[in-house]
């Protein structure tokens, strides 16, 4: 009888060789793990990790990524440490630079290679949550022998990508199990779980990256996404994520080439000055609860001269 080992081997040579990878993602990372990569599903080896001095660049390099989505790792943690899992935050390199993980459960994840430190890319170890993640740039699941490595296929992990607020693909979001009665369902529960943290650490970062803007939820789009639009006091877009950037066709640094909201989400943009000067004088009055005069003072007008602006619209 074939070992585990064995089995998982051929069963990845005859996906390779059948030409599956054209109809499965997990076979097509297969590929790339052993033709693109060089990797050996059999390879024992050790983890790859980068040194102390070298983690603590990784995570200063990732500036307020790290504190905004500590309190979202916290909440996920509680939510899911009853299957036996631990949560990593690993970055575009795919090197795990913060964890959470019951104490009791430590030993056997480190020695799984879940601990800060380590590189989960797909070119040090192949097919895997965060490294398939980061290759696709998109959430995923790996459920146990879905993985490259036969060392690995003790595992289900499902991972979400965060993207900044400029939409680059910045960290990646993992929760890992070696819970051996984990069903699919439940690993498809919590592949949408760490998904849609990961979508609330990327709005909390673009409200933090544009503290000044209006920020502006693209309609037409379910709200989860979090396709947001970061908008100047002239209505002019200067930020926007991943989602919104993607649904609108947005490309480029937005800080220095901003776009008209009303060209981006397709609104009537042929404003003439009288009805801009129009919407001024409204906004002042709705700040000032309809009071005249405090309106007039804000726009450094005399109450006379509201009156017929007013009336002339």
Same mark, same amino acid.
């Given at each position: 009888?074939?070992?585990?080992?064995?089995?998982?081997?051929?069963?990845?040579?005859?996906?390779?060789?059948?030409?599956?990878?054209?109809?499965?993602?997990?076979?097509?990372?297969?590929?790339?793990?052993?033709?693109?990569?060089?990797?050996?599903?059999?390879?024992?080896?050790?983890?790859?990790?980068?040194?102390?001095?070298?983690?603590?660049?990784?995570?200063?390099?990732?500036?307020?990524?790290?504190?905004?989505?500590?309190?979202?790792?916290?909440?996920?943690?509680?939510?899911?440490? %009853? *299957? @036996? !899992?631990?949560?990593?935050?690993?970055?575009?390199?795919? +090197?795990?630079?913060?964890? $959470?993980? &019951?104490?009791?459960?430590?030993?056997?994840?480190?020695?799984?290679?879940?601990?800060?430190?380590?590189?989960?890319?797909?070119?040090?170890?192949?097919?895997?949550?965060?490294?398939?993640?980061?290759?696709?740039?998109?959430?995923?699941?790996?459920?146990?022998?879905?993985?490259?490595?036969?060392?690995?296929?003790?595992?289900?992990?499902?991972?979400?990508?965060?993207?900044?607020?400029?939409?680059?693909?910045?960290?990646?979001?993992?929760?890992?199990?070696?819970?051996?009665?984990?069903?699919?369902?439940?690993?498809?529960?919590?592949?949408?779980?760490?998904?849609?943290?990961?979508?609330?650490?990327?709005?909390?970062?673009?409200?933090?990256?544009?503290?000044?803007?209006?920020?502006?939820?693209?309609?037409?789009?379910?709200? %989860? *996404? @979090? !396709?947001?639009?970061?908008?100047?006091?002239?209505?002019? +877009?200067?930020?926007?994520? $991943?989602? &919104?950037?993607?649904?609108?066709?947005?490309?480029?640094?937005?800080?220095?080439?901003?776009?008209?909201?009303?060209?981006?989400?397709?609104?009537?943009?042929?404003?003439?000055?009288?009805?801009?000067?129009?919407?001024?004088?409204?906004?002042?009055?709705?700040?000032?609860?309809?009071?005249?005069?405090?309106?007039?003072?804000?726009?450094?007008?005399?109450?006379?001269?509201?009156?017929?602006?007013?009336?002339?619209?």
């Amino acid at each position: 009888m074939p070992t585990p080992t064995t089995a998982h081997i051929t069963r990845i040579e005859a996906a390779i060789s059948g030409g599956l990878a054209a109809k499965s993602s997990v076979a097509a990372s297969w590929v790339r793990s052993a033709q693109l990569y060089r990797l050996d599903p059999a390879s024992r080896s050790g983890d790859s990790r980068i040194t102390a001095s070298e983690l603590a660049l990784a995570r200063d390099q990732l500036g307020p990524l790290l504190p905004t989505a500590a309190p979202h790792l916290d909440r996920l943690f509680q939510i899911v440490s %009853g *299957l @036996g !899992a631990c949560i990593v935050l690993a970055d575009s390199r795919g +090197v795990v630079v913060d964890r $959470r993980g &019951a104490p009791g459960d430590d030993r056997s994840f480190e020695q799984s290679g879940l601990w800060t430190g380590t590189i989960w890319s797909e070119a040090d170890v192949g097919t895997n949550g965060i490294g398939t993640c980061l290759a696709e740039g998109r959430a995923v699941t790996i459920h146990r022998d879905q993985h490259f490595l036969a060392r690995n296929i003790g595992l289900s992990c499902s991972s979400a990508p965060v993207h900044g607020p400029d939409g680059r693909l910045a960290a990646v979001i993992d929760v890992s199990t070696a819970r051996t009665d984990l069903g699919d369902a439940v690993a498809g529960l919590i592949g949408s779980t760490v998904a849609e943290v990961a979508r609330k650490v990327e709005a909390d970062l673009f409200h933090l990256e544009f503290p000044r803007a209006r920020v502006v939820l693209v309609p037409g789009l379910d709200r %989860g *996404l @979090g !396709a947001l639009l970061a908008v100047d006091a002239d209505d002019l +877009v200067i930020g926007a994520t $991943r989602a &919104a950037r993607q649904h609108l066709g947005v490309t480029g640094d937005l800080a220095t080439a901003p776009r008209l909201l009303s060209d981006l989400l397709g609104l009537d943009s042929h404003d003439t000055m009288d009805k801009a000067e129009r919407g001024v004088l409204t906004r002042a009055l709705v700040r000032s609860s309809g009071n005249i005069s405090a309106a007039a003072r804000a726009l450094g007008l005399s109450r006379a001269t509201l009156h017929r602006k007013l009336d002339r619209g």
